[in-house]
Each structure stands twice: as structure tokens, then as C-alpha cells.
């Protein structure tokens, strides 16, 4: 019990550590903040991609880290799609790497 406490503390210091890193060069005026990317990073949507990622790298459970991740990713949907212009030109590549990743995954837990 005490390495998943460890994992969850591990985890949610590192998501902390990074939004304030991320508030201070904002207030700093150290970062591009009109830049787009710049605006979309500091949106509250991508606090939730940002603690996936952390959740991911950290814990040995992963299920909260996918979760986190889908939900950022379905959150964050609308802005894919705008950067992905012509998506359908996308789906089949993308569809390789989902199925192909589940498979991998799939082995390597074996």
C-alpha cells in the first residue's frame, strides 16, 4: 500500500510542479504567451493531458493515466480536428497505430 501512496503523491507532485512551472513563466513573461500553442497549453483542458502524462510515467497502474488521457483527448477533440485539417486522410494511419499498439501492449503484459 505504501508504493501506490508513494506513486499517487509521485504523480500529482510532478502535474503540480509542471503547471507552476508553466504559471510562473506566464507571469514572468518569459514564455510566448500570445503564441497560440502558448494559449492552448495554459487552458484548463490541458491540465487534464498534463496529469495523464504524469500518471502514465509514474504509476505501474496505467488505468487512471488512460482515463485521464482519453478524457484530455476527447476534451481537446475539437482543436485535433481544426489542427488535422483533412482528417479523413488520417483515420486509416491512425487506425494502424491504436490497433497495432493494442496488440503490442497486449504481449508485452504476457
Known sequence: MAIKKDENKLAAGITIFALGIIHLLTRMRIAPVQSAFWQELIDWRSIILIAALSFLIVKTDKTL??????????????????YMGNWEAYLMPLSLIVFGSILIIGVLRK
Open 65 to 82: 493515466g488512460i482515463i485521464l488521457l482519453v478524457l484530455g483527448i476527447l476534451l481537446r477533440m475539437g482543436l485535433i480536428l481544426h
